[in-house]
């Protein structure tokens, strides 16, 4: 796997490096020593699966508050997604800082966001799966968010959203 540190502290665009041969190519996705090597947290608690059925689907931005933290490796096992990290860690040197990567079954890539920053994506594609291996499991009196389009941020979004939940569309504005 090839590790590229992104430019909030502590996510990582994962990639595999396949192996082909006449039958295919095989490629590792996880590796608990590689991901120990590099200071990202192995621990899988909890895997989650995302099935978007139209090009536009906007998910997130989701966290959760301590003690109930959670870092996630997030991978479009169908499609493609634009998949993004912000950080909220107030003592971070990359504070509010995002980061956005395209995610497909194409180029098998994973993103690895670490515990105390807001994950969410927009599908590219119809029909857009996206898997979650998760570091804590999922805990509802915890979840938070961040509104998508929210100015503190800035985030360029790389196309129109064109459906989102009315939760993840209300979310207040954050204080500058």
């Not at 909890?46 to 003690?67: I, V």
Request: hydrophobic share 40%; with cysteine.
């Amino acid at each position: 796997m090839r590790f590229t540190e992104t430019k909030v502290a502590g996510a990582f665009l994962i990639e595999p490096e396949p192996i082909g041969d006449e039958r295919g190519f095989f490629a590792r996705t996880f590796c608990r020593e590689e991901f120990e090597a590099h200071g990202l947290n192995p621990v899988v608690a909890q895997c989650n699966l995302s099935f978007n059925h139209r090009r536009g689907t906007l998910r997130g931005l989701h966290y959760q508050a301590a003690p109930h933290q959670e870092a996630k490796l997030v991978r479009c096992t169908r499609g493609a997604i634009w998949d993004l990290a912000l950080d909220l860690r107030p003592g971070s040197p990359t504070y509010r800082a995002w980061f956005g990567a395209e995610l497909s079954d194409g180029n098998g890539a994973s993103l690895y966001i670490p515990e105390g920053c807001a994950h969410g994506f927009l599908s590219l594609t119809d029909a857009a799966e996206v898997a979650y291996q998760m570091s804590a499991p999922y805990a509802p009196a915890a979840a938070r968010g961040v509104r998508w389009n929210d100015p503190a941020f800035g985030i360029e979004w790389p196309g129109e959203v064109l459906v989102i939940n009315q939760r993840d569309a209300s979310y207040p504005d954050v204080e500058p």
